[in-house]
């Protein structure tokens, strides 16, 4: 969440930022909750207060004045009491709109409200020119067998699927790569858990906004993630760091996603499946540095994205198409031949503070302790990947060669050979 600081000292301000978002968010409601609960609050405490005093003086009073003393208390406890329960009343009306104020975007974040509204920065590759018909992913992965979306829908429901022969190990060689990769830039590898509890997802951002994308283990009280970035950031949660910063992880995972919303959309192959595998680069960094870090992060993406020799432009994503959480978010998106168009296989977000303060992750400096900045960047999305290396590298044969730096991890040269 934002800073109350915010709210209380420049509401207009908080205004003109949530109306750029697109967030209809009632700011004044705000101020006057929080204006009344601090009010509250405060004659809760004189009431407190002026009931301990009476409290030691009645041990001194003669025994006639005693029982007027003893009224006295009774009646500032009493009135502790309704003053408490008032406060209460409207710190459950305060916290349940309070949650739902996004980040703040970063004034270098492009003004609009969908994706259409995204500016591209910049193009890197140059799509290829087929001399033969294209095919996309889904005919070719049918056809050299690693792609099963009909075994998938038969044991499981539309958009899942099956990997299969070399596909899997394409996969596994992505995940090694990429791994070693982040390795070397200073990142831990982790195996997160995939199930948490609804803290996690709250801290992070996700609920209460994204709640409907979440699968949900009722019976347990646990959620299944959509990205590893829910447990790496929780990783911390409710601690104060004092080594060097910043602390980077690089976190596998399978990562579930309802996409609800999304009917219609993109059902063709295994671009938008319901379980899919992700490498996810998360950082806990210092305040002041948050942004060179968010350059650092994106810097890796492309590094890896360009490696496996995929055309992609850059976008800076608009205000209003923002997570709940991201002050700012480039998404790359390969270039994808079969629809003649960019589709996106990565993005990378700095989320400042906001995580930080609801997941009580602070650092300690020669200033005090400060809430830490948290940053999240998608090394490999598998799947998409795996399709955009498919369609992009695919030959006239049907096979796929694929790009020089994943086949020593891959084991091979071409899929379908």
Known sequence: MIDINLL?????ELRAALTRRGAEIDVGRLVELDASLRLIRRSAEEARAGQKVIGKEIAT???????????????????????????????AEFDALWVTVPNL???????????????????????????????????????????DVVAGAKVSGSRFAYLK???????????RWALELLSGEGFTPVIPPVLVREEALFGTGF??????????????DL??????????????ADEILTGELPIRYAGFSTCFRREAGTYGKDTRGIFRVHQFDKVEMFSFCHPDTSWAEHEFLFGMEERIVQALELPYRVMNVAAGDLGSSAAKKYDIEAWIPSQNTYREITS????????????????????????????????VAVGRTILAIIENHQQSDGTVLLPEAIRPYAGFDVLGA
């Open 223 to 236: 959620y299944l993630v959509g990205t590893a970035e829910v447990p790496l950031a929780a990783l911390h």
């Open 105 to 147: 975007a970063h004034e270098s974040v492009p003004t609009g409200e969908t994706d259409a509204d995204n500016v591209e920065i910049k193009q890197w590759g140059v799509p290829r020119v087929f001399d033969f018909d294209v095919r996309d992913h889904q005919d070719i992965g049918e056809a050299l067998g690693i792609i």
């Open 207 to 220: 609920f209460p906004a994204d709640r409907e994308q979440v699968y949900s283990l009722g019976d347990d």
């Open 348 to 379: 990378c977000s700095n989320t400042t503070d906001y995580q930080a303060r609801r997941l009580k992750i602070r650092m300690k400096d020669d200033t005090g302790n400060r809430t830490i900045h948290t940053l999240n960047g998608t090394a």
């Open 165 to 175: 022969g070399q596909a899997v190990m394409l996969e596994l060689g992505l995940v």
């Open 8 to 12: 209380r000292d420049r509401p207009d």
């Open 61 to 91: 009073l003669p025994a006639e004045g005693r029982p007027a003393a003893v009224e006295r208390a009774a009646v500032l406890a009493d009135e502790y009491k309704r003053l408490s329960a008032d406060a209460d009343e409207l710190q």
